[in-house]
């Protein structure tokens, strides 16, 4: 089929005549050659408009997938089907976006090994579970399609090794600094999943808005956040630059005045370790401090410790059970809706107190 040719095209303009009876403005009739010519033209772009409308659209999650990190350039060919995920919370990633693990980490502190947002979900699959440092043969022998260590502390020797296994995605940030957005859309890349990424990236930061503006006691205040580790000798205190940190301050929370010291001291580090001769310095309305097994009461029986206003006042929140823990450190799609609505009103109730102390 041939389009019609516009009139103006092959009709010659109307010949005007000036008052002298001279013609002003003729045009030559088109020979026969320049009217096919320009109905070729015609034809060839109808064609082109039939063959862009009969092509497929081009999607940014088409494979292969190229992927930029802190460690390079990664290509995932195809869309992955046997996935292994080291570091925190990779899995949590992959699971909520449909897609089940072939390996992954054993968190120790669950009888399962596996977070309990993520048992929930995997209901009788067990994925393979990796422990210890990395074991690239219990990794190759899983037979990966891609590895995805976003939090992690992989380094450049380790993301060559894992890389000549399969290909490899790490963080866009640092080591063991990525939070839970740069996960979910770093996984949802590899994964050819960015708009189901991006929905539960939304999804998972309205539910904290709406989770903060149900506790206003907490805007303003200060906190600090911590653990100690029994026998040690001193607090380990995370900074701004830690994910756990930065979610707290999206909720309206301040990081208290030693802990912006330490971090302007400190730049680019997301924890340092604080004698507790100096624990004073870490004072705020509400101090947060997780601990593993045994080391609360190590922590609580420190006389600098017990010392403390806020543990003196009772706004000191202390996470000592596995859950507690890790849905506050190991932040992630999942883990935030399942540990959160438990955590902040634990937060309001100690922001609370330190307001009745003003």
Not at 49 to 65: G, I, V
Not at 141 to 167: E, H, V
Not at 190 to 210: N, P, R
Not at 241 to 252: F, I, S, T
Request: aromatic share 8%; net charge neutral.
């Amino acid at each position: 089929m041939v389009a019609a040719v516009p009139e103006s095209l092959v009709s010659p303009q109307p010949v005007r005549t000036s008052a002298g009876g001279r013609t002003r403005g003729a045009r030559r009739k088109p020979s026969a050659r320049s009217f096919l010519s320009i109905a070729a033209k015609a034809a060839l772009v109808l064609l082109a408009s039939l063959f862009a409308c009969m092509a497929p659209a081009y999607s940014d999650d088409d494979f292969p997938r190229y992927l930029v990190h802190a460690l390079g350039t990664t290509v995932v060919p195809k869309a992955p089907e046997r996935i292994v995920t080291l570091g925190w919370s990779s899995e949590d990633a992959v699971i909520a976006l449909g897609k089940v693990p072939v390996g992954m980490p054993r968190y120790r502190f669950f009888d399962s090994g596996i977070f309990p947002w993520n048992e929930e979900r995997l209901g009788s699959v067990r994925p393979y579970l990796l422990e210890g440092d990395l074991d690239y043969e219990a990794i190759a022998a899983l037979r990966p399609d891609l590895i995805l260590g976003i939090y992690s502390g992989i380094d450049d020797l380790a993301y060559k090794r894992l890389s000549g296994i399969a290909p490899t995605v790490v963080y866009r940030s640092a080591p063991w600094s990525a939070n839970w957005k740069e996960q979910i859309d770093l996984v949802g890349q590899a994964l050819g999943k960015s708009a189901e990424a991006k929905a539960l990236m939304e999804k998972t930061g309205a539910a904290l808005s709406a989770m903060g503006a149900g506790q206003p006691d907490l805007r303003g205040k200060t906190f600090t956040f911590g653990t100690y580790v029994a026998g040690g000798s001193g607090i380990v205190v995370y900074l701004p630059e830690d994910p756990r940190v930065a979610a707290l301050l999206e909720l309206g929370l301040k990081a208290s005045p030693g802990i912006v010291a330490l971090s302007a001291d400190n730049p680019g580090r997301g924890s340092v370790e604080v004698g507790m001769e100096r624990s004073g310095m870490l004072d705020a309305d509400i101090l947060i401090m997780w601990y593993g097994e045994g080391a609360r009461a190590a922590a609580e029986a420190q006389p600098l410790f017990k010392a403390l206003a806020a543990v003196k006042r009772g706004s000191y929140v202390a996470l000592d059970d596995p859950v507690s823990v890790w849905s506050t450190s190991a932040l992630s799609v999942l883990s935030i809706p399942y540990g959160f609505p438990t955590f902040l009103p634990r937060l309001a109730e100690a922001a609370e107190r330190a307001g009745k102390e003003r």
